[in-house]
């Protein structure tokens, strides 16, 4: 009987766990999905150096929709990239004052519609997702990147 019983509680919590799981992706999805324009970006190297890049992202616009297409618009070179985006949701359980540690990733990948065009690949670490920004750090060959965008 006591074996039922710890058996019984276990499932509770694993069920408890995915329950609370789903619900904070299906809450950072939901909030997600919009237009953003890219308010700052900002490159992080060499320690204690930054560098603001910006001007790099003036005049695109990042798309994501509900069924995790994605699409990244150059108004500048008249181009857009499409592809997918994905987030993926860490639960770390509670702190001390009760409050539940929950940590997004965000991967967004998207290819060039013609020859010669570059991709993005985006792997969002620690992103923010709230209803009306999207914060995200990427890391890359030449630095760490901090996203800020604003929705639109």
Avoid: P
């Avoid at 994905?86 to 409050?99: C, L, R």
């Avoid at 013609?114 to 009306?132: C, P, Q, T, W």
């Amino acid at each position: 009987m006591k074996r039922i019983l710890q058996i019984s509680a276990l499932l509770l919590i694993a069920t408890m766990f995915n329950a609370c799981k789903k619900q904070c992706q299906n809450i950072a999805q939901k909030n997600a999905v919009g237009q953003y324009k890219f308010e700052k970006v900002v490159r992080h190297y060499d320690l204690l150096k930054t560098e603001n890049r910006t001007g790099d992202y003036n005049n695109m616009i990042l798309q994501l929709n509900d069924k995790n297409q994605a699409a990244l618009i150059d108004q500048n070179n008249n181009i857009t990239y499409t592809g997918k985006y994905e987030i993926y949701t860490d639960y770390y359980g509670n702190d001390d004052d009760g409050n539940s540690n929950v940590n997004y990733t965000i991967i967004i990948d998207l290819k060039g519609n013609g020859r010669g065009e570059s991709d993005y690949y985006l792997y969002g670490e620690n992103a923010n997702i709230g209803r009306n920004k999207l914060y995200f750090w990427v890391r890359r060959g030449d630095g760490r990147y901090k996203f800020k965008l604003d929705k639109i």
